[in-house]
């Protein structure tokens, strides 16, 4: 996949991110990651074990993200580890690929987490910081150029997944499932070309800005119907008549 590839730029390592974040300062208090490597086509070469780690915050979780994510205070306490901690925990787990890696997250507010853990402790490594940030993707904005639901809007990662008839596997709101699961529907998007082709003939006939031909030959086109140069050119005529 071309677009895929140049956002790529290149890379052979990927590694899957999900981070959990306390619900009013938006700092970690937990991550999942998994690490693969890749063949030539972008396909999974390899996956690595993946890891999950507690993180403590410098401010209260919130009733709301406890109940969420399953994580308490006292979790944090007894089994977190500062966020400058984490941040090492985490390159070391990438190992010398580090360098050499794309971070593939779900949604922007992964790396709003990363931003405000920093705020809130400024003792981490900044240059692992701003790499992990700097070489993010997000795949929620990437796919939503090709699938989204009836009414144009993006679709989550559970209906991402359901969208190539794949149901999310293990607890929702736990960062290494959420990370694994990534990591799945970045192999059904490149396996499931026909469902991605589907979608995005969907997503050119609901443009709303597309002209009228533009929008009725998609739809043609979409149906099933061939049309050659004579009925492109009619649809056009037909419009301005």
Same mark, same amino acid.
């Given at each position: 996949?071309?677009?895929? $590839?140049?956002?790529?730029?290149?890379?052979?390592?990927?590694?899957?991110?999900?981070?959990?974040?306390?619900?009013?300062? *938006?700092?970690?208090? $937990?991550?999942?990651?998994?690490?693969?490597?890749?063949?030539?086509?972008?396909?999974?070469?390899?996956?690595?074990?993946?890891?999950?780690?507690?993180?403590?915050?410098?401010?209260?979780?919130?009733?709301?993200?406890?109940?969420?994510?399953?994580?308490?205070?006292?979790?944090?306490?007894?089994?977190?580890?500062?966020?400058?901690?984490?941040?090492?925990?985490?390159?070391?787990?990438?190992?010398?690929?580090?360098?050499?890696?794309?971070?593939?997250?779900?949604?922007? *507010?992964?790396?709003?987490?990363?931003?405000?853990?920093?705020? *809130?402790?400024?003792?981490?490594?900044?240059?692992?910081?701003?790499?992990?940030?700097?070489?993010?993707?997000?795949?929620?904005?990437?796919?939503?150029?090709?699938?989204?639901?009836?009414?144009?809007?993006?679709?989550?990662?559970?209906?991402?997944?359901?969208?190539?008839?794949?149901?999310?596997?293990?607890?929702?709101?736990?960062?290494?499932?959420? $990370?694994?699961?990534?990591?799945?529907?970045?192999?059904?998007?490149?396996?499931?070309?026909?469902?991605?082709?589907?979608?995005?003939?969907?997503?050119?006939?609901? &443009?709303?800005?597309?002209?009228?031909?533009?929008?009725?030959?998609?739809?043609?086109?979409? &149906?099933?119907?061939?049309?050659?140069?004579?009925?492109?050119?009619?649809?056009?005529?037909?419009?301005? $008549?």
């Amino acid at each position: 996949m071309k677009k895929l $590839a140049h956002l790529l730029k290149g890379k052979k390592h990927l590694v899957f991110i999900d981070f959990e974040g306390t619900q009013l300062s *938006h700092e970690m208090i $937990a991550f999942g990651a998994i690490k693969v490597d890749l063949n030539d086509d972008l396909s999974i070469k390899k996956k690595y074990k993946g890891i999950y780690k507690l993180v403590r915050p410098k401010k209260p979780i919130g009733d709301f993200v406890s109940k969420l994510t399953n994580i308490t205070e006292i979790d944090v306490f007894d089994k977190g580890v500062p966020y400058k901690k984490a941040l090492a925990i985490l390159r070391q787990y990438i190992g010398r690929t580090f360098k050499k890696s794309k971070f593939i997250f779900f949604g922007n *507010h992964d790396v709003r987490i990363l931003h405000q853990s920093f705020l *809130h402790s400024p003792d981490a490594d900044k240059e692992t910081q701003s790499f992990l940030v700097q070489e993010s993707l997000d795949f929620s904005q990437f796919l939503a150029e090709f699938i989204r639901d009836e009414k144009g809007n993006p679709l989550s990662l559970v209906n991402n997944l359901l969208y190539f008839d794949h149901a999310f596997q293990g607890t929702a709101h736990n960062a290494l499932d959420d $990370a694994k699961n990534l990591m799945h529907l970045y192999h059904l998007l490149l396996t499931k070309k026909e469902k991605l082709f589907e979608g995005y003939l969907r997503v050119l006939e609901n &443009q709303k800005h597309l002209p009228y031909p533009m929008k009725k030959l998609l739809h043609l086109l979409e &149906q099933g119907q061939t049309v050659n140069h004579d009925q492109f050119i009619m649809l056009i005529k037909d419009y301005l $008549a």
